[in-house]
C-alpha cells in the first residue's frame, strides 16, 4: 500500500469553507484502484453536500466527483486497469454488486448507493482518491482532462435521459436551463439530431445557446413568447435550479410528453395539466457503466465541449465561490499542480 499521505481539502463543519486536511491513504480492496488526481470539477452537487443538503454528509469532508488522473495503484484483483492508466471517475465509486439493480447493470440505483460515492471516505479535491475498478473509466487519448473531468458528472447525467427517453429521430426536444448541465444537454441533444428549445431566465444566454447548438431560444419569463411554444417539445429536459414557472414549462409539452428532471429544483405546481395531458415527470441519475462508456465515446465522435475556467486546486474556496453565486461560465475544473520531486 501507498504510504504517502494524502492532501486534500475538507469541511469541518456544515456550510464552512474547505481548509488543507492530511490524511492516510484509505486502504485498497482487492478490485479497487488507487488514483492520482490531476483534475476535478466543481458541481453543485458538492456544494450542496458541503451544506448537508442530503442529510448523509460526515465531516470532515473531502468533496470533488469529476475526477481525472492517472492510475498508481491496483488491487490485487484488479484485470481492467494497469499503473499509468488515465481514467475518469465520476459520482459513484463502488456499488454493492449483489441487489436488484445492481443484477441488472442499472448500479446507478444500487439500494446502498448512498455510501457508494467516490467522495467516501474522500474525495477528489485532493491529490489520490480510491475506487473499484469498474467505476474508473480509461479515456479517449484525444479527450482532454479537463473536458473529460466535466463529462464524468455533468456529461452522463443529461446523456442518460436523452439515450433514453430520446431515441427516436428528428424529436423536439427542450432544455430548461442554460448552465452548468443546459449547456453540455444543449450540445449532445444537437448531436443525436433532434431540434433543440432553450428555455432559460437569461436572454444574454441566447447568443451562446445558439452556438451550442440550440435552434430555439425562449425567455422563460416572457410569457407572449413562450405562448408559442405550447405543445411543441417531446421531451422537456431540467438542468435548471431554484424555483421555476412549472405551469408555463408544462404547456410547452406535448400530450404524452415527458419531462425529465436532472437538477433539484424546487417544485411546486398544479397537478390538472399534468393530468390532463398524460404528461410524465421522471427523474434521472447519471446512469449506468454502459451508458458511461457509450457516452464518452459520443462525446469524443462528435466534439461536445464544456466551457471550462480552469483554477488550480488551492483555489477551490474561490471556485465554490463563483458557483454558489451562478459566476462559473460555465463549469471550473480545479488541477493539482505537480509536486516536485
Known amino acids: 500500500m501507498s504510504t504517502a499521505q494524502i492532501q486534500g481539502f475538507a469541511a469541518r463543519s456544515?456550510?464552512?469553507?474547505?481548509?488543507?486536511?492530511?490524511?492516510k491513504p484509505p486502504k485498497l480492496g482487492d478490485r479497487e484502484v488507487r488514483v492520482a488526481v490531476t483534475h476535478c470539477g466543481v458541481c453543485h452537487t458538492d456544494i450542496q453536500a458541503i451544506d448537508d443538503f442530503y442529510e448523509l454528509t460526515t465531516y470532515p469532508f473531502v468533496p470533488g466527483h469529476e475526477i481525472v488522473g492517472c492510475v498508481s495503484e491496483v488491487g490485487n484483483k484488479v484485470?481492467?486497469?494497469?499503473?499509468g492508466d488515465r481514467?475518469?471517475?465520476?459520482?459513484?465509486?463502488?456499488?454493492?454488486?449483489?441487489?436488484?439493480?445492481?443484477?441488472?447493470?442499472?448500479?446507478?440505483?444500487c439500494m446502498e448507493i448512498a455510501d457508494m460515492g467516490v467522495w467516501t471516505p474522500y474525495g477528489g479535491f485532493s491529490s489520490s482518491v480510491v475506487a473499484d475498478e469498474c467505476f474508473a473509466y480509461p479515456l479517449p487519448n484525444g479527450l482532454s482532462s479537463e473536458n473529460a473531468a466535466v463529462l464524468m458528472c455533468a456529461g452522463i447525467s443529461v446523456y442518460t435521459p436523452l439515450h433514453r427517453y430520446a431515441s427516436q429521430k428528428s424529436m423536439e426536444?427542450?432544455?430548461a436551463g442554460c448552465g452548468g448541465l443546459g449547456h453540455l444537454a444543449i450540445q449532445f441533444a444537437h448531436a443525436l439530431g433532434h431540434a433543440v428549445t432553450v428555455i432559460s431566465s437569461t436572454p444574454e444566454k441566447r447568443?451562446?445557446?445558439l452556438t451550442f447548438g440550440a435552434d430555439d431560444f425562449?425567455?422563460?419569463?416572457?410569457?407572449?413568447?413562450?405562448?408559442k411554444r405550447y405543445y411543441k417539445l417531446d421531451l422537456l429536459l431540467v438542468t435548471a435550479t431554484g424555483q421555476l414557472p412549472w405551469e408555463r414549462l408544462q404547456m410547452t409539452v406535448k400530450k404524452e410528453g415527458r419531462i425529465a428532471l436532472v437538477s433539484f429544483p424546487s417544485m411546486s405546481m398544479n397537478p390538472l395539466d399534468l393530468v390532463s395531458h398524460n404528461l410524465s415527470i421522471t427523474g434521472s441519475f447519471i446512469g449506468n457503466?454502459?451508458?458511461?462508456?457509450?457516452?464518452?465515446?459520443?462525446?469524443?465522435?462528435?466534439?461536445?465541449?464544456?466551457?471550462?475556467e480552469i483554477m488550480p486546486m488551492a483555489q477551490i474556496n474561490e471556485a465554490i465561490k463563483r458557483v454558489r453565486e451562478n459566476q462559473a461560465r460555465y463549469r471550473i475544473v480545479l488541477v493539482n499542480e505537480p509536486v516536485d520531486k
Open 87 to 109: 481514467v475518469g471517475i465520476g459520482w459513484q465509486g463502488r456499488s454493492c454488486g449483489k441487489c436488484e439493480w445492481c443484477l441488472k447493470g442499472e448500479e446507478q440505483l
Open 79 to 83: 484485470t481492467s486497469l494497469k499503473v
Open 14 to 23: 456544515i456550510g464552512q469553507i474547505l481548509e488543507p486536511f492530511i490524511y
Open 173 to 175: 426536444i427542450g432544455i
Open 207 to 209: 447568443e451562446q445557446a
Open 289 to 308: 457503466r454502459a451508458t458511461m462508456m457509450e457516452m464518452l465515446t459520443f462525446a469524443y465522435d462528435h466534439h461536445i465541449t464544456p466551457m471550462v
Open 218 to 227: 425562449v425567455v422563460s419569463g416572457d410569457l407572449t413568447e413562450v405562448r
